[in-house]
């Protein structure tokens, strides 16, 4: 089945810092790339994807890249703020026969300081 | 608006207790999921049902049990055989045959044993 590297955390920025957080996946075809954010206590909410190799998925001035020559799907942020801080997925469908199912990064903690 | 609903939020058992969680949703969706999250770690999936009365085994579900005898229903049964449940536990659906493939998750279940 497919499956996902995710940067280790934590990651501690100050305000105003340039983030990323690598993902590099491994995988049969060209499925779906996500990027999910799970807020202290809270579900994981969807924060970008991308369908298709060279899409730019984008939100709330997060973006990431599907890179199919590096297996690659890194995101990026120029400028965080504390209400960033979060826990960071990256993830993709885990192939086979199992419809929906998704494979998930180990997740990378992110803290940021005023 | 459509959801996912989790109940309860928290959760205490005591030793040798079974104990139910709830996850309804309203999206109409066939595919539901159960995760379970470690602090500081990622999701692992312990059971998914693609359709009404048909459900598989993750990669944890032992000391774990589920039903789906409704669409928009999917409950968690933790049984006193897990002998360590402590967690936060996440449900997530995805619907089947459209282009919309990213799961939708709800708020969380924290289970604590005492």
């Known amino acids: 089945g497919n499956s996902v590297t995710q940067m280790e955390g934590p990651v501690t920025l100050s305000e105003e810092a340039f983030l990323t957080i690598n993902c590099t996946y491994t995988a049969t075809g060209y499925p779906s790339l996500f990027w999910y954010v799970q807020y202290p206590g809270e579900g994981l909410q969807l924060l970008l994807k991308?369908?298709?190799?060279?899409d730019k998925g984008s939100n709330k001035g997060f973006e990431a890249t599907y890179r199919k020559e590096t297996t690659s799907f890194h995101l990026e942020k120029g400028s965080v703020q504390v209400s960033d801080s979060a826990v960071y997925f990256c993830?993709?469908?885990?192939?086979?026969?199992?419809?929906?199912?998704?494979?998930f990064g180990q997740g990378t903690i992110l803290t940021v300081h005023p | 608006d459509g959801g996912i609903t989790q109940s309860p939020k928290y959760l205490f058992r005591k030793e040798g207790q079974n104990v139910t969680l709830s996850c309804e949703q309203n999206?109409?969706?066939?595919?539901m999921y159960w995760y379970r999250q470690d602090p500081g770690q990622g999701l692992r999936l312990i059971y998914y049902s693609q359709i009404v009365n048909d459900f598989q085994k993750g990669d944890i579900a032992e000391g774990y049990s589920v039903s789906r005898e409704k669409k928009e229903s999917f409950p968690l049964t933790v049984t006193s055989a897990q002998k360590n449940p402590t967690a936060f536990y996440l449900c997530a659906s995805i619907q089947a045959g459209t282009a919309i493939d990213e799961q939708f998750f709800g708020p969380g279940t924290r289970l604590t044993v005492l």
């Open positions: 991308a369908t298709k190799a060279d």
């Open positions: 999206l109409n969706h066939d595919a």
């Open positions: 993830a993709l469908p885990a192939g086979g026969t199992s419809y929906g199912k998704l494979t």
